[in-house]
């Protein structure tokens, strides 16, 4: 049985994705004060960690953008679908393991926007997952 994606949930999950990079600064800045501790490290350390948290939101933008513009190539069974259906669905599975597997071992600020939003967060990553996972698996024609 063959059941097509609807483009919707394509072009929803872009839209999540860019929304994720859009207030990647906003998390890091205010819920876990990134910045300052940043700053503790030495300058290469700094700049490094600075460049993979760009890279971050970088991917995270760059996929919805590819998720809006071109739902249709994202499920048309090509090569590069399955390659990069499958990139960005290790890409959230991974980010969806180390939320379970680390996150719950710090102490995340206890107002209530945080929870909320952390919760929001876990299911947009989980439905970002889920969507290229079913992408990938349908390009591979399984």
């Keep these: 049985m063959n059941i097509q994606i609807p483009n919707w949930l ?6 999540g994705q860019i ?4 207030i990647y600064p906003y998390i890091r800045h ?5 910045y300052n501790d940043v700053k ?3 300058p290469l350390n700094q ?11 970088g991917l995270n933008f760059a996929f919805g953008l590819i998720a809006i513009l071109i739902p ?3 499920k048309n069974q090509s090569s590069l679908a399955i390659a990069l259906t499958g990139l960005i669905a290790a890409y959230w599975i991974g980010k969806v393991a180390t939320q ?3 996150y719950p071992m710090y102490d995340i600020p206890k107002k209530q926007l945080f929870k909320i939003g952390g919760i929001g967060m876990n299911i947009l ?7 290229y996972s079913w992408l990938l698996i349908f390009n591979l024609n399984l």
């Design 10 to 15: 394509i072009i929803l999950g872009g839209c």
């Design 19 to 22: 929304f994720t990079a859009l």
């Design 30 to 34: 205010q819920v876990f004060d990134w």
């Design 40 to 42: 503790k490290l030495k």
């Design 47 to 57: 700049e490094i960690a600075k460049t993979y948290g760009r890279y971050i939101q």
């Design 72 to 74: 249709n190539e994202l």
């Design 100 to 102: 379970i597997a680390y």
């Design 125 to 131: 990553f989980v439905l970002f997952a889920l969507v």
